[in-house]
């Protein structure tokens, strides 16, 4: 799962800049709202002096070569970030957030993607946005799909998909709390 690619490039998706909270001494963005730095044409105006937690971000789509190039988060609606975990028995984890429609998680080739995430022994989380300024919802999903992934049931694990992201929009939505004032941006 570490095999790296020379990082495919951003093209115009700028998702990272809206979706993601930052919360740096340096800079920081509630999530939902789009950072000050980005531009019209779909670009950071401050690229070559971006600042370090925008420099050390990895998408995972950006970074990781078994992730198809059609998941690029701007066309699949979903962005993935894939990180160590603290989690007992877990190496890895990996949170899927579907910024545009929960309907995304459902569509090809993410439940493969999910299902590969899981047997894996990746800890996996679906995520979904608040309203401008609200932290995101997320939930854990291995333990509600592993049967069905197991049993290979693609239709189960597509319900049970639809049914973990109907989950996600009922959550009590908690306000972005910065812990640094705003930074330089």
């Keep these: 799962m570490d095999e790296a690619l020379a990082e495919r490039p951003c093209g115009a998706c700028t998702v990272c800049c809206t979706v993601k909270p930052i919360n740096t001494p340096e800079l920081t963005k509630a999530p939902g709202l789009t950072c000050q730095h980005c531009v019209a044409s779909g670009s950071c105006g401050i690229y070559e002096t971006r600042f370090p937690v925008c420099r050390e971000y990895r998408c995972a789509w950006k970074v990781l070569n078994w992730i198809p190039g059609p998941l690029r988060p701007d066309r699949s609606g979903v962005l993935i970030d894939i990180v160590e975990s603290d989690a007992p028995g877990h190496e890895l984890e990996a949170t899927l957030l579907a910024f545009r429609d929960p309907a995304d998680f459902e569509r090809h ?41 197991a049993a290979r049931n693609g239709p189960r694990l597509l319900a049970d998909l639809k049914a973990a992201a109907e989950g996600l929009e009922n959550h009590v939505w908690e306000p972005f709390q910065p812990r640094f004032p705003q930074g330089a941006a």
Aim: net charge neutral.
């Design 109 to 149: 080739p993410i439940p493969d993607l999910i299902a590969s995430l899981i047997e894996q022994e990746v800890l996996v989380f679906l995520s979904r946005p608040g309203p401008p300024g609200m932290l995101n919802a997320k939930a854990a999903v291995n333990g509600r799909l592993r049967e069905a992934i």
